[in-house]
């Protein structure tokens, strides 16, 4: 079956970037939308953004211009970049499939923003 | 941005009891987009409802949802051990961004 899998360091600097790559494995990451949803410790879980596997982007814009999300169809990958982090970025980040309700999840991952 | 207010924050009840876990949107939610998730700790969540009523793939019929416009609620007709976890309501029908609630705890009493 289809399984989705964070990966990327689980240690960022503050300023710098974060950089996290979602592997799909067990079917094709094309005709789905995919998305970015992160939840800081404690917290509920936050929106980040999703992507078409066309290339279309959709944003929170209470992240603004940091996010940048990205995929690589032949590789069935998508990624994100968070730039300019803080410790308020610090979360477990998880990759999810579909645009709107998200009917499959990785496990997470957590970036810790030192 | 619409607030989600989830209710209870917490529910104690004993496996074999109803669960009702209620949704509260700050504005309406077009096309009651509305999707309801179970989280467990370290594991990935699980879409149970989307579209305020309609069940995902392989979820049980002892998970129903309903309501429209801005109160949505998850109703668990009958706990079972393995449903004791967190719950996320999420809207997606209105222009970004999507949002979550703050989720509800369902424990063992």
């Known amino acids: 079956q289809v399984q989705l899998q964070e990966s990327g360091p689980g240690l960022v600097k503050s300023s710098e970037t974060l950089s996290l790559t979602c592997t799909v494995s067990?079917?094709?990451?094309?005709?789905?939308?995919w998305s970015w949803v992160r939840q800081p410790p404690g917290k509920g879980l936050e929106w980040i953004g999703y992507i078409y596997y066309s290339g279309s982007t959709n944003y929170n814009p209470s992240l603004g211009s940091r996010v940048t999300i990205s995929v690589d169809t032949s590789k069935n990958q998508f990624f994100l970049k968070l730039s300019s982090v803080t410790a308020a970025d610090t979360a477990v980040y998880f990759c999810?499939?579909?645009?709107?309700?998200?009917?499959?999840w990785g496990q997470g991952t957590l970036v810790t923003v030192s | 941005e619409i607030v989600l207010t989830q209710s209870p924050g917490t529910l104690s009840l004993s496996p074999g009891e109803r669960a009702t876990l209620s949704c509260r949107a700050s504005?309406?939610?077009?096309?009651?987009?509305l999707a309801w998730y179970q989280h467990k700790p370290g594991q990935a969540p699980r879409l149970l409802i989307y579209?305020?009523?309609r069940r995902a793939t392989g979820i049980p019929d002892r998970f129903s949802g309903s309501g429209s416009a801005t109160d949505f609620t998850l109703t668990i007709s009958r706990l079972e051990p393995e449903d004791f976890a967190v719950y996320y309501c999420?809207?997606?029908?209105?222009?970004?961004?999507?949002?979550f609630g703050q989720g509800t705890k369902v424990e063992i009493k």
């Open positions: 504005q309406i939610i077009s096309n009651n987009y």
């Open positions: 999810a499939r579909g645009g709107w309700s998200k009917d499959l």
């Open positions: 999420q809207q997606y029908g209105n222009s970004a961004p999507e949002t």
């Open positions: 579209d305020a009523s």
């Open positions: 067990g079917g094709s990451i094309s005709s789905y939308y």
